[in-house]
């Protein structure tokens, strides 16, 4: 009886071994996600191989709860802008509607413009600030990607 008992609890030690093994085999093989969001693209399917070695993304993602807005600052226009500082917002596919909203992050690091206006006479080679920009308005049905018009408001402008 004794030895049965052990023998049962060997087995069971044994079988649960067996379980943790499997267990860490599928976490290997999981994708899990470093923010909640949603998936807005993906660039991968299932069955096709991936390496470590060589990782590529397998989707884009975006914590779509609430948007955000990144603006280009140009070189001459820097000192004028500043975090807290309001902001409207106007897109061709909001028919003439103004969002309302203000700077909550400036990059500390000038880089190349990287948003085009579509603007023949807009110069490209010139350095910009990154600012992103928070609506106070609900804008969770914008899509994401939508190219928008930001105006920094000033002091002066504000008391037109």
Do not use: W
Not at 129 to 140: K, M
């Amino acid at each position: 009886m004794q030895e049965d008992k052990a023998r049962a609890d060997a087995e069971v030690v044994a079988a649960e071994g067996r379980v943790r093994s499997v267990q860490e085999r599928i976490a290997k093989c999981s994708i899990l996600a470093p923010i909640d969001g949603t998936i807005l693209r993906v660039y991968a399917r299932r069955g096709e191989s991936f390496s470590t070695v060589t990782p590529r993304s397998l989707f884009s993602l975006a914590d779509a709860s609430s948007r955000h807005i990144k603006a280009e600052i140009d070189e001459r226009d820097v000192d004028k802008v500043s975090i807290g500082q309001k902001v409207v917002v106007q897109a061709d596919a909001l028919d003439g509607k103004r969002l309302n909203g203000s700077v909550v992050r400036i990059s500390a690091m000038m880089g190349r413009k990287s948003i085009s206006t579509g603007d023949p006479s807009d110069k490209s080679d010139r350095d910009i600030l990154e600012a992103v920009i928070g609506l106070e308005d609900n804008t969770r049905s914008l899509p994401i990607g939508l190219r928008v018009t930001v105006q920094f408001l000033t002091a002066s402008s504000l008391k037109k």
